[in-house]
T-cell receptor, first 110, second 113 residues
Framework: RKEVEQDPGPFNVPEGATVAFNCTYS??????FFWYRQDCRKEPKLLMS???SGNEDGRFTAQLNRASQYISLLIRDSKLSDSATYLC???????????FGTGTRLQVFP | ETGVTQTPRHLVMGMTNKKSLKCEQH?????MYWYKQSAKKPLELMFV???????ENNSVPSRFSPECPNSSHLFLHLHTLQPEDSALYLC????????????FGPGTRLLVL
């Protein structure tokens, strides 16, 4: 079983749509959770951290369910510029080691 | 953005060559990382340096040799690589201590012929 599992997509959605990505992780000792965004042929960049209480940053909402070992990212009112690959990332307790999913590709069309 | 820089950005090398990748961070971090990104695979952590000491070596073949002379610089020395080593090599840095945000450089796209 992969340590971090994501649906690779692609998700093709029109501008203005709401889209949700899911991610599951296998190690219950995972401590910190993130969504990174990677544009084509560019480096990954942090989109947002994910907290147990859930958190929102503008059009983006992240949720964490520790019991189910499940993380989600919701994007509302999609923009063309949201087109990218979204990487689910976890770290283990007290380590600097990031464990990446393969990413979910999003394509927003006009 | 110039927080983490990497050189060269592109590299083509033969299997008998020796080359080095360089990474420099200007963020005052004290942990640095090398990752490999191949097509259709998740980013793979190769090495972690925390406070200039190597704390993680993820079963990477010895043809990859990291060097961290100080907290701002990280090198990856390459020798006798194989074609399957062709990939994007990403450097990252962070504050050491677990669970901190990592900031990535633009990567070196390596092709081994």
């Amino acid at each position: 079983r992969k340590e971090v599992e994501q649906d690779p997509g692609p998700f093709n959605v029109p501008e203005g749509a709401t889209v949700a990505f899911n991610c599951t992780y296998s190690n219950s000792a995972s401590q910190s959770f993130f969504w990174y965004r990677q544009d084509c042929r560019k480096e990954p960049k942090l989109l947002m951290s994910v907290y147990s209480s859930g958190n929102e940053d503008g059009r983006f909402t992240a949720q964490l369910n520790r019991a189910s070992q499940y993380i989600s990212l919701l994007i509302r009112d999609s923009k063309l510029s949201d087109s990218a690959t979204y990487l689910c990332v976890v770290t283990l307790h007290n380590t600097d080691k990031l464990i990446f999913g393969t990413g979910t590709r999003l394509q927003v069309f006009p | 953005e110039t927080g983490v820089t990497q050189t060269p950005r592109h590299l083509v090398m033969g299997m008998t060559n020796k080359k080095s990748l360089k990474c420099e961070q200007h963020l005052g971090h004290n942990a640095m990382y090398w990752y490999k990104q191949s097509a259709k695979k998740p980013l793979e952590l190769m090495f972690v340096y925390s406070l200039e000491e190597r704390v993680e070596n993820n079963s990477v073949p010895s043809r990859f040799s990291p060097e961290c002379p100080n907290s701002s610089h990280l090198f990856l020395h390459l020798h006798t690589l194989q074609p399957e080593d062709s990939a994007l090599y990403l450097c990252a840095s962070s504050v050491a201590g677990g669970g901190e945000t990592q900031y990535f450089g633009p990567g070196t796209r390596l092709l081994v012929l």
